[in-house]
């Protein structure tokens, strides 16, 4: 179990340093309006599939950690033929829009939403696959899922771009992935899960398929909303748009890295059942988080013009102001998607989708108001704003769920964090005040926290978490 669960971790983190490669040669490769197109179609193509892994992917899931193995195989081809349907009713909704005229700005040619609509089937069959992995507590087979999909998106996209098909091409990128990874699924079902794709079929679970679905699709708006109203009712200047992504492949880097825990944490957390119980779990994934991941963002947050001039062209430096915003929305994304994994385990993710839709709901209307005057610093603004009231909610409804000793044990270690963190940035500052480069103060803010984070217990972690049940 720890060498599957390393691989799927190092298969995440892999994968993640390709995404951000592919990023980033893209916007070597291709002009800004052109990257603003990759950037709107892979929102969509990200929003599509975040809502077909959940709802009947992730029901079906946790199911398959509680059912007997004569029923997994009906609830691997029900789900499997629902999300199906569903990836296609989504597939014909965006050639719709597109050819009525809502989503031509974002869009720009009927070949570019044709290649998303055809993708979507294959991020469907995926889903499922790679949930009836996780169920089975396959996650080696998870983490090659993820490398197959990766790479070929990667590869393929780069070579079609080479080739002189550009945004196109590396649009196209997803469809050679998800062709790879989806051959190579189909296979895993069949000889490994030993599931036959004929024979009975048990639907998912509408309430609980429903619930996870709204979670899940709200809080893909939640992540994607600001540079889909960018590009559809933005001032107009399509080269923003790239300046935005830019901003977003580095902003959105830790966050591909903590997705490589939630599946890990989902299945610990259903196999619970409950969210008084989830405590110990989520608290880990949470340390992990705010250790490792955030002094990224704060990075970001602190030096945006050094990390945006080092890794895209000059043509992208309008991104910084941008970038500063969204590294701070970021931190507290990071945190809203770890703990919103222990509702949605335990069957209470409704909990989740109403908050987070009814943000969005307000989110949608304040960058309809906000963008087309202010821009990209307008669009960042909302999303700091709506993340963070989530953030805000989630955390007060999930602490009066748990014990209060996991709670106030959870209190002293903030408390630790803080000053820890205080005392990285004040070593910053104080080198900055000096008159030292960029790297030197970062390096010397980052080793200050590191060095301050260990003295005060925080790491190493694990050990005082599972000693103290926090």
């Not at 994304?333 to 409704?350: N, S, Y």
Request: hydrophobic share 60%; net charge positive; proline share 4%.
């Amino acid at each position: 179990a720890f060498s599957s669960q390393t691989a799927l971790f190092g298969a995440f983190a892999g994968t993640s340093v390709l995404n951000y490669a592919f990023g980033l040669l893209m916007g070597w490769r291709l002009l800004p309006a052109d990257f603003g197109l990759l950037a709107f179609a892979q929102t969509v193509l990200l929003v599509g599939g975040l809502v077909l892994n959940a709802g009947f992917s992730q029901n079906m899931a946790a199911a398959l950690v509680r059912e007997a193995d004569e029923q997994r195989a009906a609830l691997v081809r029900g789900a499997m033929l629902a999300n199906m349907l569903l990836a296609l009713a989504m597939g014909l909704g965006l050639l719709g829009l597109f050819t009525a005229g809502p989503f031509q700005p974002g869009f720009e040619t009927p070949l570019i939403v044709a290649i998303v609509a055809l993708t979507l089937p294959l991020f469907a069959w995926l889903a499922i696959v790679r949930a009836t992995a996780q169920g089975l507590e396959h996650f080696g087979t998870v983490a090659w899922l993820q490398v197959l999909e990766v790479g070929g998106k990667v590869g393929g996209g780069l070579a079609l771009v080479a080739l002189g098909f550009g945004a196109a091409g590396a649009i196209a990128g997803f469809l050679v992935g998800g062709l790879l990874a989806a051959a190579w699924g189909g296979w895993f079902v069949v000889a490994r899960a030993r599931v036959g794709l004929l024979g009975p079929f048990r639907w998912p679970a509408i309430k609980d398929s429903g619930d996870l679905f709204g979670a899940l699709l709200a809080f893909a708006l939640l992540l994607n909303l600001d540079l889909l109203f960018l590009k559809l009712v933005g001032t107009g200047d399509t080269a923003v748009v790239g300046q935005y992504q830019a901003a977003i492949v580095l902003a959105n880097t830790p966050y591909y890295l903590v997705a490589a825990l939630l599946p890990m944490l989902f299945t610990r957390i259903a196999r619970l059942g409950s969210l008084h119980q989830s405590g110990a779990e989520t608290g880990q994934g949470l340390q992990l988080v705010l250790l490792f991941l955030v002094p990224v963002e704060l990075v970001l947050m602190v030096a945006p013009e050094l990390v945006l001039g080092l890794l895209f062209p000059d043509s992208y430096g309008a991104g910084a102001g941008p970038l500063r915003l969204l590294a701070l929305g970021n931190c507290g994304l990071l945190l809203l998607a770890t703990m919103a994994v222990a509702f949605q385990a335990t069957r209470q993710a409704q909990v989740v989708g109403r908050l987070i839709g009814l943000l969005v709901a307000a989110e949608a209307v304040a960058l309809w108001l906000v963008v087309p005057r202010w821009g990209a610093l307008g669009a960042a603004s909302c999303f700091v704003a709506a993340t963070y009231s989530a953030l805000a909610w989630l955390s007060w409804h999930y602490a009066h769920a748990l014990p209060q000793h996991q709670v106030q044990a959870a209190w002293r270690w903030l408390a630790r964090y803080t000053l820890a963190l205080v005392a990285g940035l004040a070593c910053g500052a104080a080198v900055a005040f000096v008159g030292l480069s960029s790297i030197i103060t970062l390096l010397a803010g980052a080793l200050v926290f590191a060095l301050a984070a260990a003295g005060s217990g925080l790491v190493p972690f694990l050990p005082r978490l599972q000693a103290r049940r926090m």
